[in-house]
């Protein structure tokens, strides 16, 4: 990997964590599109599980004292059954079923959820939330507008929505490099040492995002949210459907 390409990572890194310690996952988005190029599909899930983990870690861990573990360890529960699922059906994922999906995924953001009252805060809710969330984090790699339409209309405050999610997107992360690690041993050893090198800039960009966050209203950040992710699944979209048509 050249010097260019690695000091290109890591402005990515840090600005796509930047990007999510204020949001909670629009970066994590970007980094996934910007990765597909560099790498087959389940590489780049992999190592793109591998860098989110230190960027979702160090978010967690910035903001733990908000995170509500009963709702964490319910939608733990979700995602270890959705992982094992796809694991006995022996799953492989593909460019154009992952550009589409992630492309799609901003709809749910948009959906009237005061009329489905979804909450993660009731088990029940935080157990399909952790299964359609860890279907979608092993299967296309990101599952961030999932999560985050049980999350945005709860009666939380912002820092325990992004504290909660963090811890929670640090686990699917984690399960998703587990899933992929066949796909990722093959990456040569000179990327996996670029990759470690830009990881910690992850929890630079995070802790900056963290601020922000922290200046910023409950209102702001639900709007803010919104426009972000739907303005990136659209990008994935339309490749998606370059490479239908293709």
Known sequence: MSLAILFGMA?????????????????????????????????????HGVIQMVSNGSRAWFSRHYIDFSILGILCIGLAISAAVLLVLDYTPNIVVVSIAIGLMPIL?????????LDASRPSH???????AGALTVGVGVSGPTIDIFFIRTTMDRRTVIA????????????KVVFYWNAA?????ADWIAIALAAPIAILGTRAGNG???????????AWTRWIVTGVGAVYLLQGLQHVVG
């Open 126 to 132: 935080a157990l399909v939330c952790g299964l359609v």
């Open 212 to 222: 922000i966050l922290q200046r910023m209203t409950d209102v702001g950040f639900r």
């Open 11 to 47: 402005c990515t890194v840090f600005l796509t964590s930047l990007l999510s310690g204020v949001f909670g996952m629009a970066g994590g988005l970007i980094l996934l599109w910007i990765l597909l190029f560099l790498m087959p599909v389940g590489t780049a899930i992999a190592v």
């Open 185 to 189: 041993s093959a990456l040569p050893q």
């Open 164 to 175: 909660t999610k963090a811890a929670t997107q640090l686990v699917s992360h984690a399960t």
């Open 109 to 117: 953001v948009w959906l009237p959820v005061q009329r489905l009252h």
